[in-house]
């Protein structure tokens, strides 16, 4: 599957990013996330569908401010986490509801906070 953009009201999700226009990775470090394939190993498991994940970001500036991840499950549902930099539990909890709906509407689940 491509990685799908979402609308989450004040703020946008879109798949992680580590290139000439957009870099994640210092977001991610902040998150303590440091693994130099991170992105890549991201980018892959939206196309092997074991695990969806989206940067939530600022829509102005495009910077992350938090990231939410999907593990769709073998009994119909899909573990859902999350983590956000200091001071953006307000783009988390949007960013969550959002990809809460994105799961049971696109993609038949049922989501489960883990």
């Not at 798949?15 to 977001?27: G, H, K, T, Y």
């Not at 769709?72 to 986490?81: K, M």
């Amino acid at each position: 599957m491509e990685a799908i953009e979402i609308n989450a009201g004040s703020w946008y999700l879109r798949a992680l990013r580590a290139d000439e226009r957009i870099d994640d990775r210092p977001a991610l470090a902040d998150g303590g996330i440091t693994d130099a394939d991170y992105v890549a190993t991201r980018s892959q498991q939206w196309a092997d569908e074991s695990h969806l994940s989206w940067a939530v970001c600022v829509p102005t500036t495009a910077e992350m401010v938090a990231e939410i991840g999907v593990t769709p499950g073998v009994d119909g549902t899909a573990a859902v986490t999350g983590w956000a930099r200091a001071g953006a539990d307000e783009a988390l909890a949007a960013g969550l509801a959002s990809v809460h709906r994105f799961v049971e509407g696109a993609l038949g689940l049922r989501p489960v906070s883990a």
